[in-house]
T-cell receptor, first 111, second 115 residues
């Protein structure tokens, strides 16, 4: 199970772009990188998943360098409602069911 | 979102009570999960069901008993719990249970307090 390291917390102002980087030095060839978002007292919500290079959807972008030892979740123009905990997960379809959420990154967006 | 629903949303019980948590998914998924999230701690996977068969049980005490009568419903039966079992219990479902690449959809959770 690839271990991930993320900053414990980040602060941002509304309207800024926020980049959260996750380190996963021992990522395996079959592993994908997935990010979830969790608001207080709610279940996590899938944001984005990728394997290499760049993935973009209506919510965020995910940048993965060639060596795949890290990844960066990019949230464009954050708002107050983006205040949440963001989790980086690494795993493969054949590596069991347990999602290792870790402690995540607590993002606080202020006016 | 109403894809995964959980009832009750809040539950207070004594240590000698027996109660059940219910989860229902309306997404046509084949896998369902129970997680526990204690204050200041990461989510802990408790049980996984794939096609109504339990495929993972992460050393959970026997005072927690899961039941999956069909692919849409999942229960967690609780009896003789301890105060340290107080937590947010989250249910999730996924399309095929294909491990860690299968997107999991979570319910709103049940906030359990054991007195």
């Amino acid at each position: 199970l690839a271990k991930t390291t993320q900053p414990i917390s980040m602060d941002s102002y509304e309207g800024q772009e926020v980049n959260i980087t996750c380190s996963h030095n021992n990522i395996a060839t079959n592993d994908y990188i997935t990010w979830y978002q969790q608001f207080p007292s709610q279940g996590p919500r899938f944001i984005i998943q990728g394997y290499k290079t760049k993935v973009t959807n209506e919510v965020a972008s995910l940048f993965i360098p060639a060596d795949r030892k890290s990844s960066t979740l990019s949230l464009p123009r954050v708002s107050l409602s983006d205040t949440a905990v963001y989790y980086c997960l690494v795993g493969a379809s054949n590596s069991g069911y347990a999602l290792n959420f870790g402690k995540g990154t607590s993002l606080l967006v202020t006016p | 979102e109403t894809g995964v629903t959980q009832t009750p949303r809040h539950l207070v019980m004594g240590m000698t009570n027996k109660k059940s948590l219910k989860c229902e998914q309306h997404l046509g998924h084949n896998a369902m999960y129970w997680y526990k999230q204690s204050a200041k701690k990461p989510l802990e996977l408790m049980f996984v069901y794939s096609l109504e068969e339990r495929v993972e049980n992460n050393s959970v005490p026997s005072r927690f008993s899961p039941e999956c009568p069909n692919s849409s419903h999942l229960f967690l039966h609780l009896h003789t719990l301890q105060p340290e079992d107080s937590a947010l219990y989250l249910c999730a479902s996924s399309q095929e249970g294909r491990g860690r690449t299968d997107t999991q959809y979570f319910g709103p959770g049940t906030r359990l307090t054991v007195l």
